[in-house]
């Protein structure tokens, strides 16, 4: 009798009745359960799959007593027959430039992290207090990344290590708080300094999420709007005075937002004052502007440094995340932000 293959939202999902299998040196095979039959390509998309030698980090592989293959993760102590690298398959590239997207909208910091063990590698992090810069800390950390937490409240960042400790397991020697206030020039400079004396050799990750929204036009002590001067500016020259630990394969991250694209400017290459001017000054126009500095500035130092094997990216950390950053602006705009807005 013939076994159709029914249609499915997903190309990658299985048949009913076919399961996935591994082989010890990488090797995915598929079994319809229906007749035992073995086969090495996928029974819907006709692809050859294949999986990492090695098990993901937090996972070791024992016997049971009937000396079947078991898996264990160490963190959860959760025990499974099924082999933990199955959760990475990817189709097997006929060509160097094949590419298929694994993560999408709905993907979190812990699937993508999945099975990476960042032990040996050294990250700074602004504003990770609460929020996105949190949940990438918690994530970092979970998989045995040395992390500085770059912070204007000392307080509140110890209250965060102790909480991604108790969440993580991660050893708290692995955490470290380091004052940071962007909105003045010589604290950058000094929180620089500091890193350079704690991480000496070399810095993996440089996560430049901190940031403010909606504030009034406010100077800093370095006589420059303060949103302009958190959001971009002493960012940018956070990233230019570490630039000595950044070496060939470190990843530079400037967290920006789709606001970058209510930005004013129409041409950032003609000499101007890029700070909001005090006069008519608008909250949002300011914020996006900051916002699309992050964005061009990432393309330069991409370009500059490429050659040094630095990877530089700007990103959109998504909307309605859960976040602090609203808390700084008044309460029209926490409304307006709340408020639903329709898709163009």
Same mark, same amino acid.
């Given at each position: ?30 079994? =319809?359960?229906?007749? =035992? ?10 692809? $050859? ?17 009937? +000396? ?17 690298? *199955? ?11 094949? &590419? ?9 910091? &812990? ?12 990250? !700074? ?50 955490? $470290? ?8 020039? $010589? ?65 530079? !991250? &400037? !967290? ?12 950032? &290459? ?33 370009? +500059?440094?490429?050659? $040094?094997?630095?990877? !530089? ?5 998504? =909307? ?14 926490? *409304? ?7 898709? =163009?």
């Amino acid at each position: 009798m013939h076994n159709a293959i029914l249609d499915s939202d997903s190309e990658d999902e299985l048949p009913l009745g076919w399961v996935e299998r591994s082989t010890e040196d990488g090797n995915v095979y598929f079994v =319809n359960t229906s007749n =035992n039959r073995t086969q090495w390509t996928h029974p819907r998309t006709g692809q $050859k799959k294949v999986i990492p030698k090695d098990l993901p980090f937090g996972w070791t592989k024992t016997m049971d007593a009937n +000396e079947k293959p078991l898996y264990v993760h160490l963190e959860t102590g959760n025990k499974t027959y099924v082999d933990p690298r *199955l959760a990475f398959a990817t189709t097997e590239k006929k060509h160097v430039h094949d &590419f298929r997207q694994r993560f999408d909208g709905s993907t979190t910091a &812990f699937q993508v992290l999945h099975g990476v063990d960042l032990s040996g590698k050294y990250a !700074v992090i602004t504003g990770c207090n609460a929020g996105i810069g949190y949940e990438t800390a918690k994530s970092l950390a979970r998989h045995g990344c040395n992390i500085l937490l770059a912070n204007r409240n000392m307080e509140a960042t110890q209250v965060a290590i102790e909480k991604i400790v108790k969440e993580t397991n991660a050893s708290d020697e692995n955490l $470290k708080a380091i004052h940071l206030d962007l909105s003045s020039l $010589k604290s950058v400079k000094q929180c620089a300094r500091a890193v350079k004396t704690v991480f000496s050799d070399h810095i993996d990750i440089l996560i430049l999420n901190a940031g403010v929204f909606g504030l009034p036009y406010e100077e800093t002590e370095d006589k420059l709007d303060r949103t302009f001067q958190v959001n971009h500016l002493s960012h940018m020259y956070f990233t230019l005075l570490l630039e000595p630990l950044l070496k060939n394969g470190s990843r530079v !991250v &400037f !967290v920006s937002s789709e606001s970058h694209r209510t930005a004013s400017l129409t041409n950032v &290459f003609v000499k101007q004052n890029l700070a909001h001017p005090k006069d008519n000054y608008s909250a949002m126009i300011a914020y996006g502007n900051s916002k699309l500095y992050n964005v061009i500035t990432a393309m330069v130092l991409s370009e +500059e440094w490429k050659h $040094k094997g630095i990877c !530089v990216n700007s990103l959109h950390p998504g =909307n309605m995340v859960s976040t602090n950053l609203q808390n700084s602006c008044n309460k029209l705009l926490q *409304l307006q932000c709340m408020w639903p807005q329709p898709l =163009n």
